[in-house]
């Protein structure tokens, strides 16, 4: 009954034993997992900051692309403005010649007056822009 009483205090030493030995195998494997963790949050760290320096290259082209389709549609306007406005100044020199015409032909049927007054006026106006005063 004694090597009974010894394979009993024996079987239970080594039960104790590896359960011991299975507890700091749990242990040890969740310090691997928790290193683990930090080498991928480490990772996704990395992962995020390229991320982020993509996508400001990314807004930066796009921008610098919006700006220039911007700054192309801006001459495009300034460009019709300013034949536009080349129209219309011709228009108005011809209708100032006209206006000429018409009071030196008013002058002409002896409608003196006013119509004097506006024609010298007129034709100063039309001396001076035409040499830049």
Not at 23 to 34: D, E, H, P
Not at 76 to 95: G, M, V
Not at 103 to 122: A, E, I, P, W
Request: charged share 30%; hydrophobic share 40%; with cysteine.
């Amino acid at each position: 009954m004694e090597a009974l009483e010894a394979i009993k205090t024996v079987a239970t030493t080594i039960t104790a034993l590896l359960a011991v030995l299975a507890v700091v195998y749990a242990v040890i494997k969740w310090f691997q997992k928790q290193g683990q963790q930090t080498v991928d949050i480490e990772a996704l760290r990395k992962q995020h900051d390229e991320d982020i320096k993509r996508l400001e290259e990314t807004h930066k082209k796009d921008i610098e692309e919006l700006r220039s389709y911007h700054d192309k549609d801006i001459k495009t306007i300034r460009d019709e403005h300013s034949k536009a406005l080349r129209e219309i100044n011709e228009e108005l020199c011809i209708l100032s010649y006209a206006m000429l015409a018409t009071l030196n032909g008013l002058q002409q049927l002896h409608c003196n007056g006013d119509v004097t007054k506006v024609y010298d006026r007129l034709e100063k106006h039309l001396n001076q822009k035409a040499h830049g005063q």
